[in-house]
């Protein structure tokens, strides 16, 4: 059956999957959500004899309707192939009890790969198939990991090219230094004076301003979005959850209809996003367990109904969650105010407006899967510590935050239920906080000193992405202010 997207500020016309990924963005300003989630036509028994490959084919196929079969096989193919270091994807490591889900085997070692790898594939085969005119310009925000991975996915794609804006001051020291060695022509990376959210609302202007777009057109470009606001990143983030549950299910660590839960380090809410979808289209998942950092905006709101983006931004060692506005909850509004537009846009205007909105007592009955925590970076540390004392195991500090939670979550609750934490990054690509967590006398040392260092301690190999920095030339130094995007995305696109 077919499923066409929707904007969740009500003002288009229903789109097909594949120019809802070409456009990116609505252009009422909404986001595109599937005008219903079909169910799986596969159990979880037959799901646990496939490969990744073949669970990304068919979770993919029911949402991404008016792609054929041999055009979502053939982006599969490209996007998961040996540029992931493990033939599993997404592997399962249990430690201490609990399964953690590693999605950090792609190319730039952290969970966004697991979307951005397959996206370019995805949105050059949308454009053909829509005969979409012009080169594609991806215009994306990062807070240091869609970033890298946006890069290394479009890097040299013919028909694209991408501009990426990163928090000049906000990034870790490995996040900043893949970015600014990426190669390809048609790439180009900025450094902004400002933090995410900033870049973000930036990106989303430029989005939305129409002179841009006549300019653009003229010289036969096009903007499209590698942000999680593309369905297009959503979409794949759904088969791993799939595929973890049937791994556990094969290795005979839950039985048929278990349901387990899920924690998600949180930042702009697409991971967590995808993971409700998954759980609406008939995985057995019980609780949502979404933890964020010191910016804990998102707990604030699971305890309140009040989304308050009005506080201190605080820079933590766990950079891709320091996020004020998610992006992505703005789906999960929309749902649970029974797809109504209206009512989503008019909290999304106080959004904009006051930077505030309360949800209605109906709406928060509907958050009922939900759970919110947060946790401090001196408890992340704490976490990475005891942990690798315990057991040899080393989290990055996005991964450690979801694990407190866990923590905090099991303590309060009692709740024994199963439980898959999303791995968001290798801790290779946050060395100096891991390090540090781990011994202070790590402090004094140089980034990739401390990288072998890491290496000889958990007797994992210092992977191909960090090899590969190391003395890598630095190939884009450009810097804006806030208000200087749009001359930035000019002077690159008249180069
Ligand atoms: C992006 C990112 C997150 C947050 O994911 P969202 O989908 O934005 O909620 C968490 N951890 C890491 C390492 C990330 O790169």
């Not at 929309?334 to 505030?356: T, V």
Request: hydrophobic residues 40%; aromatic residues 10%; proline residues 3%.
């Amino acid at each position: 059956m077919e499923i066409l997207y929707k904007s969740t500020r009500g003002h288009e016309d229903k789109v097909t999957a594949s120019a809802a990924i070409l456009q990116g963005l609505a252009a009422d300003g909404g986001l595109f959500v599937p005008e219903r989630l079909p169910e799986f036509d596969k159990t979880m028994e037959e799901f646990s004899k496939l490969s990744y490959q073949e669970t990304a084919y068919e979770v993919m196929k029911l949402l991404l309707t008016d792609f054929s079969e041999e055009e979502l096989r053939s982006c599969i193919r490209r996007a998961y192939d040996s540029k992931f270091d493990t033939e599993v994807i997404a592997p399962l490591a249990e430690v201490e009890g609990t399964y953690y889900l590693e999605l950090f085997h792609g190319r730039t070692i952290a969970f966004k790969d697991m979307a951005l790898s397959i996206l370019p594939h995805l949105m050059t085969t949308a454009a053909k198939k829509n005969h979409a005119e012009g080169e594609i310009v991806i215009l994306t925000a990062t807070s240091g990991d869609t970033g890298k991975a946006a890069l290394a996915g479009f890097a040299d794609v013919p028909g694209t090219r991408i501009i990426v804006f990163y928090p000049k001051n906000g990034v870790s020291p490995i996040q900043e230094r893949q970015m600014v060695t990426q190669k390809g022509d048609n790439t180009c990376v900025v450094g902004i004076h400002g933090n995410f959210d900033d870049a973000q609302s930036g990106v989303k202007k430029l989005f939305g301003d129409r002179e841009l777009a006549a300019w653009m057109q003229e010289r036969g470009f096009r903007f499209s979005s590698a942000n999680s606001i593309n369905i297009g990143r959503l979409v794949p983030q759904i088969v791993y959850y799939v595929y973890a549950y049937a791994q556990l299910l094969k290795e005979g660590r839950i039985v048929d209809g278990e349901a387990i839960n899920v924690v998600v380090p949180t930042g702009n809410f697409g991971n967590i996003l995808a993971a409700f979808y998954a759980k609406n289209m008939g995985l057995p998942i019980a609780k949502l367990i979404c933890a964020s950092n010191d910016n804990k905006v998102l707990y604030d709101f699971f305890r309140t109904g009040v989304y308050d983006r009005n506080r201190e931004f605080i820079l933590t060692s766990s950079p891709s969650m320091d996020i004020l506005i998610s992006s992505n909850l703005e789906r999960l509004i929309y749902r649970i105010a029974g797809d109504n537009a209206a009512e989503n846009s008019a909290l999304m205007e106080a959004l904009a407006g006051e930077g505030r909105y309360e949800i209605t007592g109906q709406m928060r009955e509907r958050l009922d899967s939900f759970y919110g925590n947060f946790a401090s970076q001196e408890e992340c540390a704490e976490k990475i510590r005891s942990l690798y004392d315990k057991t040899g195991y080393v989290l990055d500090p996005h991964t450690a935050v979801a694990s407190v939670v866990c923590d905090k979550y099991r303590k309060e609750t009692k709740d024994g239920t199963k439980t898959v934490i999303a791995s968001t990054a290798s801790p290779y690509k946050f060395t100096r906080s891991v390090m540090s967590a781990i011994d202070k006398k790590y402090d004094g040392m140089e980034d990739f000193a401390l990288a072998d260092e890491l290496s000889r301690l958990s007797g994992v190999a210092v992977p191909q992405a960090i090899e590969e920095i190391r003395t890598a030339p630095v190939l884009h130094t450009a810097q804006c202010e806030k208000d200087g995007m749009e001359q930035a995305v000019k002077a690159f696109l008249e180069k």
